[in-house]
Every structure is written in C-alpha cells, then in structure tokens.
C-alpha cells in the first residue's frame, strides 16, 4: 500500500448554514400550452396550466458543510456539461411529504397540533415518528457545477458496517468508480477492512482500491472489504483511535455504507472530527435490508430481499398444499420494521397470515391467530404463515429483558421455533413445514433494480462530499434524490404504519382479521 499523505490541518469547527440562498424561481408561473390532435394542420387551443415552485420564504432542512473552510473550483465534469446531464443546484428542493391532506379521516393521515396558534395541520402517519417537525423541503441530491475539495489531492475511505445486505458491493464499486470519474488518484482511495474496527485494528490493514480492483464484485454476494457490528462506541472511546487514524492517514472523505448503526457511528465520527477541527467529510450512504431508514421511499437491498423471500413463502405453499392439513411457516427479517414480511406476502399471493412487529397479536380465544388459522385450514386443507423477526416479542417476554448488539439492534427472542411449537400444541393434527430462509437473503448479489439504486446512491455520494456537505446521508424521498442529515434519519427505525395504505391493501388481499 502507499505510503500514507501527510496530516491534516486543524481549522476551526464546521459551518451549518442558518439561511440558504432564495429560490430564485416565483411561487406560481402560468405557461400558455399550445395543443394539437394531428400532423394536417388541425386547430390548436391554447390552455394554461400551473407549476408551483417554492417561494423565499420556504424552510429547508440542511446539511452541515465545510465549505467555509475549503476553496470553491470549477467541477471537471464542467468541460462536457456533466455529459450533457447538467448539473443539481444547491437551490434545487426536494418535498418531503407529497400528500396534503384534507382530514384526519384521510387514509394514512396523522393530526399535528401546531405550536404557532394556526391550528391543527395532517400529514403521514409515518413521520410521527421522527421526534423534531420538519421543514417542508430536503436538498437535492447529484452534480454540483462548483466543487470545494481538489480531485488531484484527495484522499477516501470507504468501509461497509454492520449485517450483510445485497448490494454492498454494487455500492463500493459505484464510489470507487465515481471517485475516479472525478480525478482521485490511484492509490489514494482505501477500503476498510471488517467495519470501523479497519481504522483500528493493526489485524485488519487496508487495501488500496481502484477500478480494476474492483471489476466484477456487483456480481457476488456479500461485501469485499468485509463487515462486523459496532466499533465505533463513543462512550468506550472508540471513535478516538478512528479520528486519529483519519488525521494521520489525512483522509479527505469518509463513506460509510451502513444502516442505523452505522450511520449513527458515521455521524458521531464527523461530530468527533469536528471538535478535533478535523477537515473531512462524512458521507452515509443508507444501508438496511429492513428498510427502516426514516424518511427515505426504500434502501437499497430491499427488492432484491422481497424477490428471494418470495421464494420461501412459495417454497412454503408447496410443502403445505402437498400435505394433509399442511401448515407452512416461514420466519423473515425484520427486527422492529415489518417491511420484508409484507411486501413479499403481498407479492408471493400465497400468504394467509402475516405478522410483523408493529401489530400486536394474540394467540389463543376467538379472535386469536390459531382460531382463525384452523379455520383457514379446515377450508382450504392447508395454511402459509409468514412472521417477521420481531413479531410477538411482548408473548415472548423479550420486553423484561431489553438487549441491544454491537450496532445498537435489540436482541430478540426466537418467534419462529416458538410459534411453530403453539402451533403444534394446538392443533390436533397438521403437517407442520418451518422455513428460515434469512441467511441464504442477505448474502445473495442485487436484482438489476436494486443494481441501479446502489450505483446512483454510491454516485450520489460522492457528489455530496465534493459539494462540501459532511455528516449527510442520501436516498430517494418520493422518488427523488436528496441530501438529509444523518442525525435526522437515525433518530428512531421506519416501520410500517399499521393505519396506512399498504398494510391495509395487505389484509384486504388475503382477508386477515385484526388478532386482537
């Protein structure tokens, strides 16, 4: 490996900008469009239509930068127009609810008491959970025609933290790739080894990562430079060691491909590296087989989650539909969000009961699960169950005993043996068939839709910590790319909102009651 740069040197602490430039464009704009029915001269009527844009005084949510202390310079995708794409700017916004509500009585709203005296205002039940109200707007993400770190010296980072996810390496390729789009050169790119434990740990030394390097490795599972949970714990002193191999090897840029933990580790690694005057930028980029990022419309590895869990819970339909009073059970990821279990239930089409964390359930009486479980069997012959890791944690007991891993994820109780051993213990007679399909998931390479999502994230990345954003995390928010604070999405994990639209589509589909 070569020889690390020299350090950095120390200059004052970060800049949060308290007032962005105004959008320079007006609230409402009327165009006049001109519309015809054919090619032979038809007569054209002339209709207006109206664009809303947002005004001076719309609020922001921002994103911490360092470019009060770095110089601005012309980006090198300038000389072709960033390849006739163009370039983002930094007035470009975001909307980060895209429904207004008429009422409460709106599928999926959520009453907020204003503080200012105006009344009540509705939005997404989702964002109840986020403990701070929003602005309206984000930053949007992509190429900035000013960049504010010299391509020729810079020096990056890049390390993949806690449990495997599809994509890891889609998602490493993509940064490798784009940083030298951008002129880094080669050698001055790193990849940490087995998470933030790489920074430190003389067992596990870097690798010099480069375009041939890493040539191919979207088309495996897993993540090359390896992973491992936590290593980053504050309140152990582990970010010191971390900030200081930062200084010494003077790394300019930080991407740390994560999930909660994970950014949570990143942003108090920029936070330690701020109070250490520390120039470099922290970049997550939003990691979570679960898909419970806040904020964020999906992360990436969750498609190619729900395909393969498809498989399971058909591989279950068979097992169960083959057998007299066949029962299929399958148990998927999901700690405390639901997401996977749902959306492959609702996929596969063969899924009777679905339980997920965030709808609480009982076993036995009337309206109990089995009740209705032996009734779907005795009209169908046979029953698929799917239930997400975190469902039922409360019969479990797990609540009188609240652990968290390396990364900060509880340590849950085992749903699946238990709930196949009621299951049996009520019925009489039934074939049961019990699936975990949870390792042979993570560790599968990315279907081409989430292929495409890693690689515009890990683009996307890298065009953050050139603008001079740090402490930043990115993804798609009603379709869109955008910049959102690190600190701001990690405040509590996405889960499925039990009122909302899609868990209702879920249960209209397969009929299931509330087990309450």
């Given at each position: 490996?070569?020889s690390?740069?020299?350090?950095h040197r120390?200059v004052?602490?970060?800049d949060?900008?308290?007032?962005?430039?105004?959008?320079?464009?007006?609230?409402?704009?009327?165009f006049p469009v001109?519309?015809?029915?054919?090619?032979?001269?038809?007569?054209f009527?002339?209709?207006n239509f109206?664009v809303?844009?947002?005004?001076?005084s719309?609020e922001v949510l921002?994103?911490?930068t360092?470019?009060?202390?770095?110089?601005?310079r012309?980006?090198p995708?300038?000389v072709?127009?960033n390849?006739g794409?163009?370039f983002?700017?930094?007035e470009d916004?975001?909307?980060?609810?895209?429904?207004?509500?008429a009422?409460g009585?709106?599928a999926g709203a959520k009453?907020?008491?204003?503080?200012?005296?105006?009344?009540?205002?509705?939005?997404?039940?989702?964002?109840?959970q986020?403990c701070v109200?929003?602005?309206p707007?984000?930053?949007?993400?992509?190429a900035?025609e000013?960049?504010?770190?010299n391509?020729a010296?810079?020096n990056?980072?890049?390390?993949?933290?806690?449990?495997l996810?599809?994509?890891?390496n889609?998602?490493v390729?993509?940064?490798?790739?784009?940083?030298?789009?951008y002129g880094?050169p080669?050698g001055?790119i790193?990849?940490?080894?087995?998470?933030?434990?790489?920074f430190?740990d003389?067992?596990c030394?870097?690798i010099?990562?480069t375009?041939?390097?890493v040539?191919?490795?979207?088309l495996?599972g897993?993540?090359?430079l390896g992973?491992?949970r936590?290593?980053?714990?504050l309140?152990q002193g582990?970010?010191?060691p971390?900030v200081k191999q930062?200084?010494l090897?003077?790394?300019?840029?930080?991407f740390?491909v994560?999930?909660?933990?994970g950014?949570?580790?990143a942003a108090a690694i920029q936070?330690?590296?701020e109070r250490?005057?520390?120039?470099c930028?922290v970049?997550?980029?939003?990691k979570?087989?679960?898909n419970?990022?806040?904020?964020?419309?999906k992360?990436f590895?969750?498609d190619t989650?729900?395909e393969e869990?498809?498989?399971a819970?058909?591989?279950a339909k068979v097992?169960?539909?083959?057998a007299?009073?066949?029962i299929?059970?399958?148990?998927l990821m999901?700690?405390?969000s639901?997401f996977?279990?749902?959306?492959?239930?609702?996929?596969?089409?063969?899924v009777d009961?679905?339980?997920?964390?965030?709808?609480p359930f009982?076993l036995?009486g009337?309206?109990?699960?089995l009740a209705?479980l032996?009734?779907?069997?005795?009209e169908k012959?046979?029953a698929?169950?799917?239930?997400a890791e975190?469902a039922g944690?409360?019969?479990?007991g797990?609540?009188?005993?609240?652990?968290s891993?390396a990364?900060?994820n509880?340590?849950l109780k085992d749903?699946?043996?238990w709930l196949?051993s009621?299951i049996k213990?009520?019925?009489?007679?039934?074939?049961?068939k019990y699936?975990?399909?949870?390792?042979?998931i993570?560790?599968?390479?990315t279907i081409?839709?989430?292929?495409i999502?890693?690689?515009v994230l890990?683009?996307n990345?890298?065009?953050?910590?050139?603008a001079?954003?740090?402490?930043?995390t990115?993804?798609?928010?009603?379709?869109h790319?955008?910049?959102?604070?690190?600190r701001?999405?990690?405040?509590?994990?996405r889960?499925?909102d039990?009122r909302?639209k899609?868990?209702?589509?879920?249960?209209?589909?397969i009929?299931?009651p509330?087990?309450a």
């Amino acid at each position: 490996m070569a020889s690390p740069p020299p350090p950095h040197r120390r200059v004052p602490a970060l800049d949060v900008p308290q007032h962005l430039p105004p959008h320079p464009l007006q609230r409402m704009t009327r165009f006049p469009v001109h519309v015809g029915a054919s090619n032979a001269g038809a007569d054209f009527a002339v209709t207006n239509f109206q664009v809303e844009t947002p005004d001076v005084s719309d609020e922001v949510l921002e994103c911490p930068t360092l470019r009060h202390l770095l110089q601005p310079r012309p980006s090198p995708f300038v000389v072709n127009n960033n390849f006739g794409g163009g370039f983002v700017s930094d007035e470009d916004r975001v909307a980060l609810s895209a429904i207004k509500f008429a009422s409460g009585e709106s599928a999926g709203a959520k009453c907020i008491s204003s503080d200012d005296g105006q009344g009540d205002r509705w939005l997404e039940a989702s964002m109840e959970q986020l403990c701070v109200p929003l602005p309206p707007w984000a930053l949007r993400g992509g190429a900035r025609e000013t960049i504010w770190f010299n391509p020729a010296e810079v020096n990056a980072a890049i390390v993949t933290c806690g449990g495997l996810c599809p994509g890891l390496n889609d998602v490493v390729q993509g940064l490798v790739a784009k940083l030298t789009d951008y002129g880094v050169p080669k050698g001055h790119i790193l990849g940490i080894r087995y998470g933030f434990r790489g920074f430190y740990d003389r067992k596990c030394k870097p690798i010099v990562l480069t375009k041939k390097s890493v040539e191919g490795i979207q088309l495996e599972g897993g993540t090359m430079l390896g992973t491992s949970r936590g290593g980053a714990d504050l309140r152990q002193g582990g970010h010191a060691p971390i900030v200081k191999q930062i200084d010494l090897w003077g790394i300019d840029m930080v991407f740390v491909v994560g999930g909660n933990g994970g950014n949570a580790g990143a942003a108090a690694i920029q936070e330690e590296l701020e109070r250490n005057n520390i120039v470099c930028s922290v970049v997550g980029v939003p990691k979570s087989i679960d898909n419970d990022i806040l904020l964020i419309d999906k992360t990436f590895g969750f498609d190619t989650a729900v395909e393969e869990a498809q498989r399971a819970l058909l591989a279950a339909k068979v097992e169960a539909s083959s057998a007299y009073r066949g029962i299929g059970l399958v148990k998927l990821m999901g700690r405390q969000s639901g997401f996977i279990a749902m959306q492959a239930s609702m996929a596969s089409g063969v899924v009777d009961i679905c339980l997920i964390p965030e709808v609480p359930f009982k076993l036995y009486g009337e309206t109990g699960m089995l009740a209705y479980l032996e009734k779907v069997v005795n009209e169908k012959g046979h029953a698929v169950v799917c239930v997400a890791e975190g469902a039922g944690q409360d019969l479990l007991g797990a609540d009188e005993d609240r652990r968290s891993d390396a990364s900060g994820n509880p340590i849950l109780k085992d749903v699946g043996p238990w709930l196949k051993s009621e299951i049996k213990k009520y019925f009489k007679e039934c074939d049961m068939k019990y699936i975990d399909p949870s390792y042979l998931i993570r560790s599968i390479p990315t279907i081409s839709g989430d292929r495409i999502y890693c690689k515009v994230l890990a683009h996307n990345a890298v065009h953050a910590a050139f603008a001079g954003y740090t402490g930043v995390t990115m993804g798609l928010v009603n379709t869109h790319y955008c910049y959102l604070p690190i600190r701001t999405v990690i405040q509590a994990p996405r889960r499925v909102d039990p009122r909302g639209k899609t868990w209702n589509r879920l249960r209209v589909s397969i009929g299931q009651p509330n087990f309450a």
